[in-house]
């Protein structure tokens, strides 16, 4: 009897344990999208299975959670009802934003397909003039001086990601990536991050005579880019095609592309079509709402809303901006970007959040990307700065261990906190290399994107790479089939001392070639020589065969892809170069170059006839 009690006991907490682990919880905080207030009273629920919570006073949520109830429904009177999908027991925190019922973001809704718009006693278009009338009260280079501190954060993640995807194909066999998945709350689709990179840095201005310069002061990249050598280079590049945007200036550069401003002081007017919605509270102060959308949806213009404030300064209080899907953006699918401005004690209004998402797809066949930017500004001031800040060269400065901050650095110049995925990078990148034959396929990779095959690892970074790739098979009509080993330093050897070489033979002519290089940089160099602004002495020798037009070619004459030529070139010489050369450049882009050389040709081939 007593051994049935002891059963019937471990049996009833088994089901207890069993009850725990299957009914997990969802919470977090329902906050409206314009003014970031919680709401409360707002119904969470399953639809149709009767389950469900309400958010209380500060708009905090839980609800239970079970295996194939995967869309959570959001709703509450003046707000549009939002389904939301998750993942049931991986989504455990889930903070959602309500945009009001009146706010409607559709383009044809504000653009109705047969209208007819004037701009002749617009109450819309005059209040756009005046909101353009009044822009340079807040242009901060009205200012003799000023100075900020920004913080920018680029997530780069795989878009559209759902579970069923990740158990089929080659992602069958990484089943950790499910742990990576985290919702996007703007776009409402799974998404899993694969890089970031963030930036903390000072800007500072001086009006007379101009000058600014931004001070970077802590730099960090994980995720995929720690994996390659060009991770800084892709950053750089994501930074430049996701510019920053100043509604402010008359044209925005972006994605590569030319956009006008919806309060262009020249086109603004002429160019889009303004609506006045309503008038609403943005973090308590009275705003017009209107909506703008360009005259043909084809232009490169932004459709997207205005909040200005209610009184004589006409000041831009939120600005929300969108690409149109008619716009013809190579890769672009999507792009939202979202401002918001404060006003500072003096009673400068001043930028202070500055949101991008951009949803692209390079080809059908491949997974989508999600880019986000996540930029805030703060510590606004317009004191006199010292001279000596802006004697230092280069518009971006970067402080010495910019690279090496830890995390009591970042707790203090990270506003924004990472989310746990983007948190987890690192763990993420071990998880990946751990997996059977990974480190082959990175070789690969690294060989195709790089161009060069690293010798080092990530604890002792290489400090001799091999390439250029494409260079090591090559042809032409002296060598015939010609095989060439090339490799060079890397400032992890010495950042200011570069060598550099190759040998190379001809099955044809039976003949070796080789060029052998040293560069010495005068000033301290990250990984290469080659890096911005160059102030260094080379000196080379080489020996090789190559036609009169090779030294116009911006690429190496022996890359692969152009020994494919529709026609024989068969004019050639063997050419012996000696050179001394010294290059300068300035940080303004003016560069100096003074070259000795020796050079004797060998003519073969056509031209020994």
């Given at each position: 009897?007593?051994?049935?009690?002891?059963?019937?006991?471990?049996?009833?907490?088994?089901?207890?344990?069993?009850?725990?682990?299957?009914?997990?919880?969802?919470?977090?905080?329902?906050?409206?999208?314009?003014?970031?207030?919680?709401?409360?009273?707002?119904?969470?629920?399953?639809?149709?299975?009767?389950?469900?919570?309400?958010?209380?006073?500060?708009?905090?949520?839980?609800?239970?959670?079970?295996?194939?109830?995967?869309?959570?429904?959001?709703?509450?009177?003046?707000?549009?009802?939002?389904?939301?999908?998750?993942?049931?027991?991986?989504?455990?925190?889930?903070?959602?934003?309500?945009?009001?019922?009146?706010?409607?973001?559709?383009?044809?809704?504000?653009?109705?397909?047969?209208?007819?718009?004037?701009?002749?006693?617009?109450?819309?278009?005059?209040?756009?003039?005046?909101?353009?009338?009044?822009?340079?009260?807040?242009?901060?280079?009205?200012?003799?001086?000023?100075?900020y501190n920004k913080y920018q954060k680029i997530t780069m993640s795989l878009n559209d990601v759902t579970p069923e995807m990740l158990e089929k194909g080659m992602y069958k066999k990484m089943?950790?990536?499910?742990?990576?998945?985290?919702?996007?709350?703007?776009?409402?689709?799974?998404?899993?991050?694969?890089?970031?990179?963030?930036?903390?840095?000072?800007?500072?201005?001086?009006?007379?005579?101009?000058?600014?310069?931004?001070?970077?002061?802590?730099?960090?990249?994980?995720?995929?880019?720690?994996?390659?050598?060009?991770?800084?280079?892709?950053?750089?590049?994501?930074?430049?095609?996701?510019?920053?945007?100043?509604?402010?200036?008359?044209?925005?550069?972006?994605?590569?592309?030319?956009?006008?401003?919806?309060?262009?002081?020249?086109?603004?007017?002429?160019?889009?079509?303004?609506?006045?919605?309503?008038?609403?509270?943005?973090?308590?102060?009275?705003?017009?709402?209107?909506?703008?959308?360009?005259?043909?949806?084809?232009?490169?213009?932004?459709?997207?809303?205005?909040?200005?404030?209610?009184?004589?300064?006409?000041?831009?209080?939120?600005?929300?901006?969108?690409?149109?899907?008619?716009?013809?953006?190579?890769?672009?699918?999507?792009?939202?970007?979202?401002?918001?401005?404060?006003?500072?004690?003096?009673?400068?209004?001043?930028?202070?959040?500055?949101?991008?998402?951009?949803?692209?797809?390079?080809?059908?066949?491949?997974?989508?990307?999600?880019?986000?930017?996540?930029?805030?500004?703060?510590?606004?001031?317009?004191?006199?700065?010292?001279?000596?800040?802006?004697?230092?060269?280069?518009?971006?400065?970067?402080?010495?261990?910019?690279?090496?901050?830890?995390?009591?650095?970042?707790?203090?110049?990270?506003?924004?906190?990472?989310?746990?995925?983007?948190?987890?990078?690192?763990?993420?990148?071990?998880?990946?290399?751990?997996?059977?034959?990974?480190?082959?396929?990175?070789?690969?990779?690294?060989?195709?994107?790089?161009?060069?095959?690293?010798?080092?690892?990530?604890?002792?970074?290489?400090?001799?790479?091999?390439?250029?790739?494409?260079?090591?098979?090559?042809?032409?009509?002296?060598?015939?089939?010609?095989?060439?080993?090339?490799?060079?330093?890397?400032?992890?050897?010495?950042?200011?001392?570069?060598?550099?070489?190759?040998?190379?033979?001809?099955?044809?002519?039976?003949?070796?070639?080789?060029?052998?290089?040293?560069?010495?940089?005068?000033?301290?160099?990250?990984?290469?020589?080659?890096?911005?602004?160059?102030?260094?002495?080379?000196?080379?020798?080489?020996?090789?065969?190559?036609?009169?037009?090779?030294?116009?070619?911006?690429?190496?004459?022996?890359?692969?892809?152009?020994?494919?030529?529709?026609?024989?070139?068969?004019?050639?010489?063997?050419?012996?170069?000696?050179?001394?050369?010294?290059?300068?450049?300035?940080?303004?882009?003016?560069?100096?170059?003074?070259?000795?050389?020796?050079?004797?040709?060998?003519?073969?081939?056509?031209?020994?006839?």
């Amino acid at each position: 009897m007593k051994t049935k009690y002891i059963k019937s006991f471990l049996l009833f907490l088994l089901l207890g344990c069993c009850v725990s682990v299957s009914a997990q919880n969802i919470q977090g905080v329902v906050t409206d999208s314009l003014t970031n207030e919680p709401i409360p009273y707002l119904s969470v629920f399953y639809e149709g299975k009767g389950v469900g919570s309400i958010t209380d006073n500060d708009g905090n949520y839980k609800v239970e959670t079970r295996k194939g109830w995967n869309k959570l429904t959001f709703s509450a009177v003046g707000y549009v009802t939002k389904v939301v999908n998750i993942i049931p027991g991986v989504t455990k925190n889930l903070n959602v934003r309500m945009r009001s019922d009146d706010i409607m973001l559709d383009e044809v809704v504000v653009k109705p397909k047969r209208e007819k718009y004037s701009r002749k006693n617009n109450p819309a278009v005059e209040l756009m003039k005046k909101v353009i009338a009044h822009k340079k009260n807040n242009k901060l280079s009205e200012n003799d001086y000023y100075q900020y501190n920004k913080y920018q954060k680029i997530t780069m993640s795989l878009n559209d990601v759902t579970p069923e995807m990740l158990e089929k194909g080659m992602y069958k066999k990484m089943p950790f990536l499910k742990d990576q998945i985290e919702l996007c709350e703007e776009t409402n689709k799974f998404i899993l991050p694969i890089s970031v990179d963030e930036t903390a840095s000072q800007k500072i201005y001086r009006k007379h005579p101009k000058s600014e310069k931004t001070l970077i002061k802590g730099m960090s990249s994980t995720g995929v880019n720690e994996l390659f050598a060009t991770g800084d280079m892709l950053s750089t590049v994501l930074k430049d095609v996701f510019t920053d945007v100043n509604i402010y200036d008359n044209d925005i550069r972006l994605l590569q592309y030319p956009f006008i401003s919806p309060i262009s002081s020249s086109d603004a007017i002429s160019f889009y079509k303004f609506y006045i919605m309503d008038t609403t509270f943005v973090d308590k102060d009275k705003c017009f709402h209107l909506t703008f959308v360009p005259n043909n949806s084809q232009d490169f213009g932004f459709t997207g809303h205005l909040y200005v404030l209610a009184d004589s300064s006409y000041t831009v209080k939120k600005c929300t901006m969108n690409l149109p899907k008619k716009s013809g953006v190579n890769f672009v699918d999507n792009m939202d970007i979202i401002q918001e401005f404060e006003q500072l004690p003096n009673g400068e209004w001043v930028l202070k959040t500055d949101d991008m998402i951009v949803e692209m797809t390079l080809m059908k066949i491949m997974q989508g990307f999600q880019i986000r930017r996540t930029t805030r500004y703060s510590d606004y001031a317009f004191d006199e700065l010292p001279q000596q800040l802006f004697k230092r060269k280069g518009a971006e400065i970067k402080e010495a261990d910019a690279m090496m901050r830890g995390d009591d650095f970042w707790n203090q110049y990270r506003p924004v906190p990472l989310t746990q995925t983007e948190s987890s990078m690192d763990m993420l990148v071990k998880r990946l290399e751990q997996m059977p034959g990974f480190k082959y396929v990175i070789f690969v990779l690294k060989a195709f994107i790089e161009n060069f095959v690293e010798t080092g690892t990530k604890e002792h970074p290489s400090k001799v790479d091999i390439g250029p790739v494409n260079t090591m098979i090559s042809n032409n009509y002296i060598d015939g089939l010609r095989l060439r080993m090339s490799a060079q330093t890397t400032a992890n050897l010495n950042p200011h001392l570069f060598l550099k070489g190759y040998y190379a033979y001809g099955f044809k002519d039976h003949r070796s070639k080789y060029m052998g290089e040293v560069e010495y940089s005068f000033n301290k160099k990250e990984y290469l020589p080659r890096e911005f602004p160059k102030n260094s002495i080379t000196f080379s020798y080489q020996y090789d065969v190559m036609s009169p037009t090779d030294k116009f070619l911006k690429t190496d004459k022996d890359n692969v892809f152009v020994s494919f030529k529709t026609s024989t070139v068969d004019q050639m010489s063997y050419v012996r170069n000696i050179a001394l050369k010294y290059e300068n450049e300035t940080q303004f882009g003016l560069k100096t170059t003074v070259e000795v050389k020796n050079s004797k040709d060998e003519p073969t081939g056509g031209l020994a006839i």
